[in-house]
């Protein structure tokens, strides 16, 4: 009976030419054939399956159903696959078990009914559609915290620009003739202030990670940046480990200097938290450049306790992380990843328990050298509030006693709160006007034409910054540069496109009031 399936030489040849494993049962459930592929998959030599129950094949607690499932297959036979909606199981001689798919096509002879079932290991098809799943969930993640991030900035700017206008105003108490303000009051203030800026580097770290968002890209030089990124965390690591460089020598890449420093920080840091036990003598973090072609190569490496095998998967999701709580937020590795990323470069790494982990990042080198301004029309962007920070000391507000003339200026921001702190800020030496929208800005942009400047937010419901400034052009070209924009980073294309276009200082929120000072000063000066 079994004849014409088994000993027919062609359609043995046929069968182990497959690219599938393949078996025969009888309608007993015994298997009478079986090909190379399957005794491969199963770890079974041919006669160790020969007669036995197809059962064997099955991880035994789906052993007992799987009696139940094969009855009701041979009582209504057709081609199909099996299991619909059920994720199927197989189990190797050792023991493992891995997913499978299978599909069953009756193979009637003569009066027995035999099944023939082609099985598939769907291992690696199972594991890239997690991973589809888990990115998937990264982008909608991702969506949420760009949403959170525009939210919260406005209410921050304002918050941040408050405290420091209340600093401001404390600190002058002792001039007008007060007594000192109490010390608890400034401290408080300033503690607040220290808090508002780590919320602002949190939502300027989802921004960047939610739109890849860069800043001003300019030509860098890697080296000098590494060697500023290291005095930062010197301090911290002195004690913990040594600090080994190799330098090679390299062409600038194309970046935005804090972000690229933010990119070899997080590394450096995460090098430095991964030794267990301090010691500048065992331990070691090596940082080494070079040119790899047209890119330039950096290598952070330690001896640290290495990443082990089964999170190296997820070390670049964003809130990973096995640090305790206030150690670390599981940010670092995703935000970098998402800069170099934006910069059209690569991070890798390798790691081995207990020896260590050695990160590579590749970026695009480019031929501008780092002398040249580049681009060299535009003016500099006036730095957020947690990269400026103390930088700029503020200008002596009356150089020449009662020369200064008062500024004119009007504020166009839909965030009322924004533009009033806008307002207080500069109130010491401007004449502030406020508006809200930006149609009310263009008709009196026409009419009123007295305004030193216009300091404009680029994202306001209909009537957007953009379309201010193009109307007034229209009539009045010669006010081009009065006009500063303010934004809250998150920018649509046409906003993008429209920045690049316009030759005009940007200020992003949350703002630091003196550098707005600043910059109001310089503009009116011109
Ligand atoms: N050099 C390293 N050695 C060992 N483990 C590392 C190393 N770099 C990263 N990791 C692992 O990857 C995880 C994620 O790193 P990531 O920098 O994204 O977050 P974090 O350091 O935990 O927190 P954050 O950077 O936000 O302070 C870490 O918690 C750690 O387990
Ligand atoms: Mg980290």
Redesign the pocket.
Known sequence: LLDPIVNDAFIREFIEAAPDALLVVDSGGRIVLVNTQLEHLFGYARHELAGKAIEILVPERFRSNHEGYRMDFVGSPRTRAMGAGRSLWGRKKDGVEFPVEISLSPVPAGSEHFVAAAVRDVTEARRSAATLRAAERLVALATLAAGIAHEINNPLTTVMASLDLALESVSSWRAIGASAPPAELVEALTDAKQAAKTVGEIVQSMRVLARGETGRLQPVDVNKLLDQSLILIANSVKYSARIVKEFGDLAPVMADPPQLAQVFL??L???A??FSEASAVRNEIRIATRMDGARVLIEIG?N????PEA?RER??EPF????DVG????????ITRSIVKALGGEITFE?AAHRG?V?RIALPSTSFSTEAEWPATRPPIAATAPRASAAQPDEDVSPRKGARKRIRVLVIDDDIGVARTLARGLAKECDVDILTDGREAIDRLSTEHGYDLVLCDLMMPSVTGADVYREVMTKRPESADRFVFITGGAFTDAGRRFLETVDAPVVRKPFDLRAVRALVRSRARR
């Open positions: 997080n590394v840091v995460n090098a938290q991964a330690d640290g306790r290495g990443i999170i070390i670049f990973f992380t096995t640090k150690q670390g937020m599981g940010l670092g590795l995703s790691s982990t990160f």
